[in-house]
């Protein structure tokens, strides 16, 4: 079956400018993941969403950063202003939202580039 | 909070040589472990996975057993080939979901022919 999708592949944008990345999760999945992967941090988890339920916010870097999903399915997470230091790959999973045995299945990743 | 420390390399090894990858823990729950891999140019892909002490997980001729005692969760491979040149994340989850999985920086693994 289909895996998770992730649009664009890449995007490279100015610094200042607002970005959306987005992340359509396995059909069936209502657990949807948020990570970046950066040379300098490794793989950091950013923000999580169960279902239709608010999610928890505490592991995004900044307040620029937001996310939301639509519909339990589709998330966006956008960007505000850019900074150079926001250059990464932005990775999402998804899983059945069965706890802590659950397996996360992750998308391709986004590459962001800020000039 | 929870972390996981694995060698980070390079490791480079001869096709057909024994392979471990060291993975440690610290986790305030019972955690799920797990090894994803990360071909050149590919995205994460789950390689194995355990979800209670004593587990053995294993795929394509890896293996990894959950070790509570000691906290660990090694991967190893009784022979590479050029193809398992990859990086190679150790991984953890608590549930709960708030903090997603926790990952290890990576080992970078490379096998010459």
């Known amino acids: 079956g289909a895996g998770v999708s992730q649009s664009p592949s890449n995007k490279v944008t100015e610094k200042g400018k607002d970005v959306e990345l987005r992340c359509d999760p396995i059909?069936?999945?209502?657990?949807l993941y948020w990570y970046r992967q950066s040379l300098g941090q490794g793989l950091e988890f950013l923000i999580y969403?169960?279902?239709?339920?608010?999610?928890?916010k505490s592991g995004l870097p900044s307040d620029r950063f937001s996310a939301e999903r639509t519909g339990g399915s589709v998330s966006t997470l956008t960007i505000q202003r850019t900074q150079q230091e926001d250059s990464a790959v932005y990775l999402c999973?998804?899983?059945?939202?069965?706890?802590?045995?659950?397996?996360?299945?992750f998308g391709p990743g986004t590459r962001l580039t800020v000039l | 909070g929870d972390s996981v420390t694995q060698m980070e390399g390079p490791v480079t090894l001869s096709e057909e040589a024994f392979l471990t990858i060291n993975c440690t823990y610290t986790?305030?729950?019972?955690?799920?472990l797990f090894w994803y891999v990360q071909y050149p140019g590919e995205g994460l892909q789950l390689l194995l996975k355990?979800?209670?002490?004593?587990d053995k997980g294993s795929n394509k001729g890896f293996e990894a057993t959950y070790r509570k005692e000691t906290t660990s969760f090694h991967l190893e491979k009784g022979s590479v080939q050029v193809s398992d040149s990859a990086v190679y994340f150790c991984?953890?989850?608590?549930?709960?979901?708030?903090?997603?999985?926790?990952f290890g920086k990576g080992t970078h693994l490379i096998i010459q022919p």
């Open positions: 999973a998804s899983s059945r939202g069965q706890g802590r045995t659950d397996t996360q299945y």
């Open positions: 059909s069936g999945h209502t657990a």
């Open positions: 969403f169960q279902g239709n339920s608010a999610p928890d």
């Open positions: 986790a305030t729950g019972y955690p799920s």
């Open positions: 355990a979800t209670k002490a004593d």
């Open positions: 991984a953890l989850y608590s549930g709960g979901g708030a903090d997603g999985l926790t």
